[in-house]
C-alpha cells in the first residue's frame, strides 16, 4: 500500500535523477509546481534546482528515514513520471503534456 511516485529530473547533459515518494504520489504535481515557482531564479542551475525540488517533497518530513529516496533509476510507482527537462525547463505531466515550467506551475498550484 501507498501513494507512489517519481520525479524523472533529466539534466542538460543526459543523466537522470529520480525522486521518490513513497505517501505523496497524489500531491506530486503540486509540490513540483511549488517548487518550481520558488525555484524560478535557479531554473538554470541544476544543482539547485534538484535541490530545491525534493526539499519541497520533503519539507513536512525531513527526519524521518522513510518514505523518500533519491537515485539514478525508477523507484516503485503508481503513476506516470513527472519529467522535469533542465535543457528546454519544461515538464511533462502524467497526460504525456509538455508544459513550460510557468504553464506547469499556473496549471498545477
Aim: hydrophobic fraction near 35%.
Amino acid at each position: 500500500m501507498g501513494d507512489r511516485a517519481n520525479i524523472n529530473f533529466v539534466e542538460r547533459d543526459g543523466g537522470e535523477l529520480y525522486f521518490y515518494t513513497h505517501w505523496h504520489g497524489t500531491e506530486l504535481p503540486k509540490i513540483l509546481a511549488r517548487a518550481l515557482d520558488r525555484g524560478r531564479d535557479r531554473w538554470t542551475d541544476e544543482s539547485y534546482l534538484a535541490r530545491i525540488i525534493f526539499s519541497e517533497m520533503i519539507k513536512e518530513e525531513i527526519e524521518d528515514t522513510t518514505g523518500f529516496g533519491i537515485s539514478t533509476y525508477r523507484g516503485d510507482y503508481e503513476y506516470s513520471d513527472l519529467v522535469v527537462n533542465c535543457a528546454d525547463l519544461d515538464v511533462r505531466d502524467r497526460e504525456g503534456n509538455v508544459l513550460m515550467f510557468d504553464e506547469f506551475i499556473e496549471e498545477y498550484k
